[in-house]
C-alpha cells in the first residue's frame, strides 16, 4: 500500500516560476526522500531527508520536512523545460527496509 | 562506474506464462529491492534481498520470487502471469553506507496479454 499522497496531482507552470509540490504520510518516518521519473523510465534520486532535519538544499531543490504535520514539500525554483517529469516522495520507517511511494506530481514546464 | 542495469527492457508475455527479470547493482551495493509501477501510480515494494537472503516482503502473492546471486546480481521471477502484472519492473540497489539512499535501474516493462 502507499504511504504518502503528493499534491497536486499535476502542475503546469511556465519556465523560470517556481514549482513546489506536497507530500503528506500517515505513519512516523525515517527517511523521506524526493525522486524524479521521466516518462516512465527509471527514478532518479534528488534528495534525502531525515526526521531530525527540517530543510535542505540541493541546488535549485528546496525540501522542507515537518514531522508534526507529518508533510513535506519540494521546491523547484527557476524551473527549466527540462524540469518536466513526474516528482515522488518516498518514506522508510525504522526498522522497516521498504519504502513507500505515493502516486507522484506531474510536473510540467513550458518553454 | 556503472549505475543499475536490468535487463530486458521490455518484454511481452500470455497469461499463465513465466517470466523472470534480472538486475545487476550498482557497484559497491550489496542491496538489492524490487518495486512494481503499475501506469501512472508510484512503485510498490516487492521485496529485498542482502547477503542472499530475502530481507523483507511487501504485499505480494507468492507467485511472485527472487533470488540474489553471490555478486549482488538479482533476479525477479513471476508466475502463472495475469493481465494485472503489466507495469514497469524497477530494480533499485543500495548499501549500508548509503543506506536508505536507493539507486534505481531504468526498469523493464512488461505486458501481459
Known amino acids: 500500500s502507499q504511504q504518502g499522497e503528493e499534491d497536486p496531482q499535476a502542475l503546469s507552470i511556465q519556465e523560470g516560476e517556481n514549482a513546489t509540490m506536497n507530500c503528506s504520510y500517515k505513519?512516523?518516518?525515517?527517511?523521506l526522500q524526493w525522486y524524479r521519473q521521466n516518462s516512465g523510465r527509471g527514478l532518479v534520486h534528488l534528495i534525502l531527508?531525515?526526521?531530525?532535519?527540517r530543510e535542505k538544499h540541493s541546488g535549485r531543490l528546496r525540501v522542507t520536512l515537518d514531522t508534526s504535520k507529518k508533510s513535506s514539500s519540494l521546491l523547484i525554483t527557476a524551473s527549466r523545460a527540462a524540469d518536466t517529469a513526474s516528482y515522488f516522495c518516498?518514506?522508510?520507517?525504522?526498522?522497516?527496509?521498504?519504502?513507500?511511494f505515493g502516486a507522484g506530481t506531474r510536473l510540467t514546464v513550458k518553454p | 562506474d556503472a549505475g543499475v542495469t536490468q535487463s530486458p527492457t521490455h518484454l511481452i508475455k500470455t497469461r499463465g506464462q513465466q517470466v523472470t527479470l534480472r538486475c545487476s547493482p550498482k557497484?559497491?551495493?550489496?542491496?538489492v529491492s524490487w518495486y512494481q509501477q503499475a501506469l501512472g501510480q508510484g512503485p510498490q515494494f516487492i521485496f529485498q534481498?542482502?547477503?542472499?537472503?530475502?530481507?523483507q516482503r511487501g504485499n505480494f502473492p507468492d507467485r511472485f520470487s527472487g533470488h540474489q546471486f553471490p555478486n549482488y546480481s538479482s533476479e525477479l521471477n513471476v508466475n502463472a502471469l495475469l493481465l494485472g502484472d503489466s507495469a514497469l519492473y524497477l530494480c533499485?540497489?543500495?548499501?549500508?553506507?548509503?543506506?536508505?539512499?536507493?539507486?534505481f535501474g531504468p526498469g523493464t516493462r512488461l505486458t501481459v496479454t
Open positions: 531527508i531525515r526526521s531530525n532535519e
Open positions: 533499485a540497489s543500495s548499501s549500508l553506507r548509503t543506506e536508505y539512499e536507493q539507486y
Open positions: 505513519t512516523s518516518i525515517n527517511n
Open positions: 518516498a518514506t522508510d520507517a525504522w526498522g522497516n527496509n521498504d519504502m513507500r
Open positions: 534481498y542482502y547477503e542472499e537472503e530475502e530481507r
Open positions: 557497484s559497491g551495493h550489496d542491496t
